[in-house]
């Protein structure tokens, strides 16, 4: 294509030398271009989506902040940490894998987007064996909802943060009203994790479901340097899932891990 | 020739990238067990956006891509985001916090 004609007015053109290139599209170029830039929409439509969540999270997180570190301190440090690790893995084997398509290297590239899908996997599964801990410790907002008494107590240890003084201690009255309240707003901060890591594991789960795809593509022989778009946008999606986590970790996990505090 | 104008970025790069997001989340964990008072959640927040900006300009290609409507879009959901967030934060800041439950004989007025 680098050798015909400059574009003419004629809409109708037919590119039988290029059998990926749509009709409608003067070059691979635009029609790249395009597609890319439709899934940025999207993205944008997105960021919209998680936006409210995250709004509803933060109000909730200001007001009742004591609630909410005391609930983010039963969250696995070393579990989330290592999640994170291995999402932002997947990102550099997604990164590499459109690099390869780039270059022609069909072996690399369906290598490469087999371990992403290796560390999406892994990602759910480690999700899910946190979700299952959170589970044997009542902390799922339901029937048998509990963190001021048996195995997932929050207060124990956290009396200082969540301002349970010797008066109120002593004040059997007072510390039923004071757990009561943190039972409530506990339950809004697990309400609100499951909520967002909920949506962000649907997202890996679609995502996973398109590399998939890909890969199936990626197999065949599809991509080539001149036209890999279903994986280059593929990508931009899971590096979206990425962005997305890379805030929720610090967001639910991080609120407050001070010694002491 | 436009034709051939997508940027192929270096492996090098790649790697580099991946492993600053490795130190940096390693160390946003770190960090959060030091007591630096209320700049906890500021450094916490700090390398999330520090980490999300490198995947959005290297891995998604934003930093090479000709379209210019690409950074637009960007640009424009971010700036809508923040709206969001910094205008409904200000708002409920400066408001009685908690949840404000009407009480019945509220409900029984409004009627």
Redesign the interface.
């Known amino acids: 294509?680098?050798d015909s004609p400059a574009m003419t007015d004629t809409v109708d053109v037919v590119h039988h030398d290029r059998p990926e290139l749509r009709h409608h599209f003067a070059?691979?170029?635009q029609q790249?271009?395009a597609a890319?830039?439709g899934m940025?929409?999207f993205?944008?439509t997105e960021?919209?989506f998680f936006?409210?969540m995250?709004?509803a999270y933060?109000?909730y997180r200001?007001?009742?902040f004591p609630e909410f570190a005391a609930a983010s301190r039963t969250l696995d440090?070393k579990v989330?940490?290592f999640n994170?690790?291995v999402l932002?893995?997947s990102?550099?084997t997604?990164?590499?894998s459109v690099?390869a398509a780039?270059?022609g290297k069909r072996k690399q590239q369906v290598w490469l987007l087999f371990w992403t899908l290796v560390f999406g996997l892994s990602f759910l599964g480690i999700k899910t064996y946190e979700w299952g801990n959170k589970y044997k410790e009542h902390h799922i907002p339901t029937f048998d909802y509990n963190v001021i008494s048996g195995e997932g107590n929050i207060v124990k240890g956290n009396e200082a943060l969540l301002g349970i003084t010797d008066e109120i201690k002593n004040n059997p009255v007072k510390l039923r009203q004071r757990e009561a309240e943190i039972q409530q707003h506990t339950k809004l901060f697990y309400s609100l994790y499951f909520a967002l890591t909920g949506m962000h594991a649907i997202h890996m789960i679609v995502g996973v479901g398109i590399f998939l795809v890909i890969s199936w593509m990626a197999h065949k022989g599809r991509f080539t340097p001149e036209y890999h778009t279903p994986l280059e946008i593929a990508?931009?999606y899971w590096?979206?899932v990425?962005?997305v986590w890379?805030?929720l970790?610090?967001?639910l996990?991080?609120?407050?891990?001070?010694?002491?505090? | 020739m436009s034709e051939h104008s997508e940027h192929i970025v270096p492996a090098r790069l790649y790697v580099l990238i991946w492993a600053i997001l490795i130190v940096c989340t390693v160390l946003t964990a770190w960090v959060a067990t030091v007591d630096l008072g209320k700049f906890n959640t500021v450094v916490a927040l700090g390398i999330a956006t520090f980490k999300a900006s490198v995947v959005v300009l290297i891995f998604m290609h934003v930093k090479y891509t000709s379209e210019k409507m690409t950074k637009a879009i960007l640009m424009a959901s971010v700036f809508w985001l923040l709206l969001l967030l910094v205008l409904s934060l200000t708002d409920y800041s400066s408001r009685p916090q908690g949840l404000l439950i009407p009480s019945s004989s509220d409900l029984v007025r409004l009627v």
């Open positions: 294509m680098s070059a691979v170029d790249r271009n890319s830039l940025w929409w993205l944008g960021i919209m936006g409210g995250f709004c933060l109000i200001r007001w009742y440090l989330g940490t994170t690790v932002i893995c990102s550099l997604v990164a590499m690099r780039q270059l990508g931009l590096h979206f990425d962005i890379i805030y970790f610090p967001l996990y991080l609120i407050d891990r001070r010694p002491g505090a």
